[in-house]
């Protein structure tokens, strides 16, 4: 089992949608980071976060340490909004990333 | 700044050759590190150091080499190549601040090809 599931693997959403993407891990962690790959391959950071909630234009990143989960929500999607999202998380008692196998997101128009 | 930069963008090797895939960054951040991504999996890391001078081993380091002779480079050797070696490279750097480290910023990608 993955220390680190991300749900759905697939999303198709119509333009104007509202999209939540979720991440579950199972170790204590420092940190939380949400990740953005688009079809050309690069990889961006969208969110690093390690508790409560970040906003940042139509993207809301959540986190519940309690539960060990994450939420990414996308408001009023747009095509240009489709990418592969990927959660990592950063275990307490190191400096490595583990990633999530990611989320591919389709926003038709 | 130019971030982190990555050079080869391509690269096709026969079974056995060796090359170095190399990684660079502008921003004097202290970790570095070199992942892999292939089709069905997450970013897997190879290897990290936290700083110059100093190296150590991922989830899947086996058949490649580090070296952190200086803050911004961070050179990937591949000893001799596999096909299993075929697959996407990423280099990412990222500061620390109070002990603890932060954003990670990703090179461009490798696309390695092993034949």
């Known amino acids: 089992k993955n220390e680190v599931e991300q749900s759905p693997q697939n999303l198709t959403a119509q333009e104007g949608e509202f999209i939540t993407i979720n991440c579950s891990y199972s170790?204590?962690?420092?940190?939380l980071h949400w990740l953005q790959q688009h079809p050309g391959g690069g990889i961006v950071s969208l969110f690093m976060?390690?508790?409560g909630k970040k906003k940042h234009g139509r993207l809301i990143a959540t986190i519940n340490i309690q539960e060990k989960h994450s939420s990414l929500h996308i408001t009023a999607s747009h095509p240009r909004d489709s990418a592969v999202y990927i959660c990592a998380v950063r275990e307490t008692s190191g400096s490595r990333l583990t990633f999530g196998e990611g989320t591919q997101l389709t926003v038709n128009p | 700044n130019a971030g982190v930069t990555q050079t080869p963008k391509f690269q096709v090797l026969k079974t056995g050759q060796s090359m170095t895939l190399q990684c660079a960054q502008d921003m004097n951040h202290e970790y570095m590190s070199w992942y892999r991504q292939d089709p069905g999996m997450g970013l897997r890391l190879i290897h990290y150091?936290?700083?110059?001078?100093?190296?150590d081993q991922g989830e899947v380091p086996n058949g490649y080499n580090v070296s952190r002779s200086t803050t911004e480079d961070f050179p990937l050797r591949l000893l001799s190549a596999a096909p299993s070696q075929t697959s996407v490279y990423f280099c990412?750097?990222?500061?620390?601040?109070?002990?603890?480290?932060?954003?990670?910023?990703f090179g461009p990608g490798t696309r390695l090809t092993v034949l």
């Open positions: 990412a750097s990222s500061y620390s601040s109070g002990g603890s480290y932060n954003e990670q910023f």
């Open positions: 150091s936290v700083g110059a001078g100093i190296t």
């Open positions: 976060l390690s508790s």
């Open positions: 170790v204590g962690i420092s940190a």
